[in-house]
């Protein structure tokens, strides 16, 4: 039982991002890296977000980039290793908009495809995203033909999807916020809209507040 965490790390006066694997007391794994932590080689990363572990355990981290219109994954394996064969030298690099990009959750399903949400920022307007990536970080073509959606719920300029889960019957639900708005939509396995759910995929709550999670 290992606890992994991901984030900004700070070394002589360098800032840069790590991957840090604990045993089930708190304490620094030995066996993972290097003394427990994992530099990731990158310096155009801002800060590493979020991680997933994929069915053979090896660890997805998500990362933003510090211009703003891109994010990155990279791959460790369990030894704390980065993974050569994924991307360059480990890493991916994704820009999907000319926009502003900003990622907020990733997982992984049961088939090790990567999903990840969040919002894109074009003019003044944010968008909710969702993206979907094979297991080698290739953009999905049997996800909304090109593996990325995006949809504006009426005239809200600010909105986003925080949260994801994937169902047993393999749909998808994300959840998020418009504007004041709770926001939970939900999508095919293709990418295409379950209109069976809610108001053609989707329910809003009026009450006001953030969605930020999904049970």
């Not at 089930?24 to 572990?53: K, M, Q, R, V, W």
């Not at 593996?147 to 909105?159: D, H």
């Given at each position: 039982?290992?606890?992994?965490?991901?984030?900004?790390?700070?070394?002589?006066?360098?800032?840069?991002?790590?991957?840090?694997?604990?045993?089930?007391?708190?304490?620094?794994?030995?066996?993972?890296?290097?003394?427990?932590?994992?530099?990731?080689?990158?310096?155009?990363?801002?800060?590493?977000?979020?991680?997933?572990?994929?069915?053979?355990?090896?660890?997805?981290?998500?990362?933003?980039?510090?211009?703003?219109?891109?994010?990155?994954?990279?791959?460790?394996?369990?030894?704390?290793?980065?993974?050569?064969?994924?991307?360059?030298?480990?890493?991916?690099?994704?820009?999907?908009?000319?926009?502003?990009?900003?990622?907020?959750?990733?997982?992984?399903?049961?088939?090790?495809?990567?999903?990840?949400?969040?919002?894109?920022?074009?003019?003044?307007?944010?968008?909710?995203?969702?993206?979907?990536?094979?297991?080698?970080?290739?953009?999905?073509?049997?996800?909304?033909?090109?593996?990325?959606?995006?949809?504006?719920?009426?005239?809200?300029?600010?909105?986003?999807?925080?949260?994801?889960?994937?169902?047993?019957?393999?749909?998808?639900?994300?959840?998020?916020?418009?504007?004041?708005?709770?926001?939970?939509?939900?999508?095919?396995?293709?990418g295409s809209i379950d209109s069976a759910f809610g108001n053609y995929g989707n329910?809003?709550?009026?009450?006001?507040?953030?969605?930020?999670?999904?049970?």
């Open positions: 039982d290992r606890i992994i965490l991901a984030g900004k790390s700070y070394s002589s006066q360098t800032y840069g991002s790590a991957v840090v694997c604990l045993d089930e007391y708190g304490n620094l794994d030995p066996s993972f890296g290097n003394g427990g932590i994992c530099a990731i080689p990158d310096t155009s990363i801002d800060l590493l977000f979020y991680s997933a572990l994929q069915s053979d355990d090896k660890i997805m981290v998500l990362g933003h980039n510090y211009d703003g219109n891109s994010f990155l994954i990279a791959r460790i394996n369990t030894d704390g290793v980065i993974d050569s064969t994924f991307g360059l030298n480990g890493i991916l690099t994704y820009q999907f908009w000319s926009g502003y990009l900003a990622p907020f959750a990733m997982i992984t399903d049961p088939a090790d495809n990567i999903l990840i949400s969040g919002a894109i920022t074009a003019t003044i307007d944010q968008n909710p995203f969702l993206i979907r990536l094979t297991p080698d970080g290739l953009c999905d073509s049997s996800f909304n033909q090109n593996g990325f959606l995006s949809i504006s719920y009426g005239t809200e300029s600010f909105e986003r999807w925080g949260a994801i889960v994937v169902e047993e019957d393999k749909k998808i639900l994300v959840g998020g916020f418009s504007e004041d708005s709770l926001l939970l939509c939900s999508f095919r396995d293709d329910v809003k709550d009026y009450f006001g507040g953030y969605g930020t999670g999904i049970a």
